[in-house]
């Protein structure tokens, strides 16, 4: 039943915005630090952002870095990624991934949102 559920996903002009929802359930979303991953097509994944499950503790990847920003909403059980500024490089399935108990692993993963970014 624990189920992760991406949406917001779509095509957008290069400097448009978008913003990510995942919808979490069968789990209590404040209980585990989140993640956003995001794979292009014969690239390896890529890490973008990172939640602790305070919401104290956030970080980027470098190639996002001051365009992107990650939030939570424990009250909804749903963690965004709100996309600004966006590039043809950022052309990716984007994944919502819950970082497991002992942090060793990320445990759960979404089947992913598609963003396309081009003119």
């Known amino acids: 039943q624990l189920q992760l559920v991406e949406s917001g996903g779509g095509s957008v002009l290069p400097g448009g915005s978008l913003r990510l929802s995942c919808a979490a359930s069968g789990f209590t979303l404040d209980d585990y630090a989140m993640s956003w991953f995001r794979q292009a097509p014969g690239k390896e994944r890529e890490g973008v952002s990172c939640i602790s499950s305070s919401g104290q503790r956030i970080n980027y990847g470098d190639s996002v870095n001051g365009r992107f920003t990650i939030s939570r909403d424990n009250a909804k059980n749903t963690l965004y990624l709100q996309m600004n500024s966006l590039k043809p490089e950022d052309t990716a399935l984007y994944y919502c991934?819950?970082?497991?108990?002992?942090?060793?692993?990320?445990?759960?993963w979404g089947q992913g949102t598609q963003v396309t970014v081009s003119s």
């Open positions: 991934a819950r970082l497991g108990g002992q942090a060793v692993n990320f445990d759960y």
